[in-house]
């Protein structure tokens, strides 16, 4: 085994760029986090950079307004990691990309770029409803800027994020189990592929060196963490040992109801939409070369079961 790549994380302050510096760190890597001179006196930030620090990463100044000190940052490393956030209810900063590829593409060292994606693979998403498909198809603008550029690249679909997930029992607007009633989305049978968090940057760091990954799309579904919303709240039943009382809503309805939100709202319900009425995370079959579970079986990952005594 030959010496580890360094790896650049970018948005590692974020809510999976944070597990990123933490896996790449404790896979080994020389490691290195971009720090923005724009997050100013953001002092949670400063303090989680220098936890970084202290903990074996380098901080590198570098802005997106700033070209050459982007060309600096990637410059340092073998492979760039990007988790720039992409949920519309926190922030959605997915094409500010493109000035990191040029940036990746004046320096010409970089022997591999992750984009920021770690969720539904938007090649499947060509016909994602409005408004929720800005998210893939910009996704996708990032992933032509890549390949144009002959940029080695994986892909890591991540599937649902376990906290927004498992923690509402697949409700949207909600991310803490209700202990009284739940409502059904449809008839709540869909199967949906949930993932710890912390286990996506694992898997992530896994695939870094791995020539299995380079040019692929790599996915994430953990084999016991494909559930549909019935079963994941028979499990929490059985664990406060009280069953809960529960409605549905048509996708009609929902559909309606989407209508009456904010746009950040209606983004994030047309992806609830897609996953838990139509299972689109799971209606089509995946090759075990590209299924991070199978390629890392010493990984051993968190099941939705043990995510979900958290909130017990
Ligand atoms: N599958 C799922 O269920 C799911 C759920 C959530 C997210 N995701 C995906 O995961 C990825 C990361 O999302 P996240 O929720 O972890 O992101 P986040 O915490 O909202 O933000 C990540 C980082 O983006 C950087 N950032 C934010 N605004 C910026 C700006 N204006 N300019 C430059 N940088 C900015 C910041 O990094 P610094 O301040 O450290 O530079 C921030 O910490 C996205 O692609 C998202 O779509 C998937």
Redesign the pocket.
């Known amino acids: 085994m030959g010496v580890k790549s360094r790896i650049l994380i970018?948005?590692?302050?974020?809510?999976?760029?944070?597990r990123l510096v933490k896996a790449s760190l404790e896979q080994g890597h020389e490691t290195y986090?971009?720090?923005?001179p724009?997050?100013g006196v953001?002092i949670e930030?400063i303090q989680l950079?220098l936890s970084f620090k202290a903990q074996g990463a380098r901080l590198v100044s570098g802005s997106?307004d700033n070209h050459e000190s982007l060309v600096e940052a990637v410059k340092l490393v073998d492979v760039v990691i990007c988790?720039?956030?992409?949920?519309h209810i926190?922030?959605?900063?997915?094409l500010?990309q493109l000035k990191l590829v040029e940036a990746m593409i004046e320096a010409g060292n970089v022997k591999k770029f992750y984009?920021?994606?770690?969720?539904?693979d938007p090649a499947t998403m060509e016909n994602c409803i409005e408004p929720g498909r800005i998210?893939f198809d910009d996704?996708m603008v990032v992933r032509k800027a890549i390949e144009n550029a002959g940029i080695p690249y994986t892909y890591i679909s991540?599937?649902?994020?376990a906290?927004?997930?498992v923690g509402g029992l697949y409700q949207p607007g909600q991310i803490l189990p209700s202990r009284d009633s739940v409502l059904l989305l449809g008839d709540g049978n869909q199967k949906v592929i949930c993932?710890d968090e912390d286990d996506i940057a694992t898997y992530t760091i896994k695939s870094v060196d791995d020539p299995r990954a380079l040019n692929k799309s790599l996915y994430i579904r953990p084999p016991q963490n494909i559930l549909s919303q019935n079963e994941v709240i028979q499990l929490w039943e059985k664990h406060i040992g009280k069953k809960l009382k529960k409605s549905s809503i048509s996708k009609d309805e929902f559909l309606a109801m989407k209508k009456e939100q904010d746009y950040a709202e209606q983004v994030g319900l047309t992806?609830y939409y897609h996953v838990c009425y139509e299972g689109c995370l799971a209606n089509f079959e995946v090759a075990d070369d590209v299924e991070m579970s199978k390629l890392y079986p010493e990984v051993k990952y968190t099941t939705v079961e043990d995510y979900l005594k958290r909130y017990i």
């Not at 991540?158 to 994020?161: I, L, P, S, W």
């Open positions: 970018v948005g590692g302050t974020g809510y999976l760029g944070k986090v971009l720090h923005r724009e997050i953001d930030k950079l997106f988790a720039i956030s992409g949920v926190r922030s959605h900063q997915i500010l984009p920021s994606e770690f969720g539904t998210t996704k991540a599937n649902c994020f906290g927004y997930f993932v992806h």
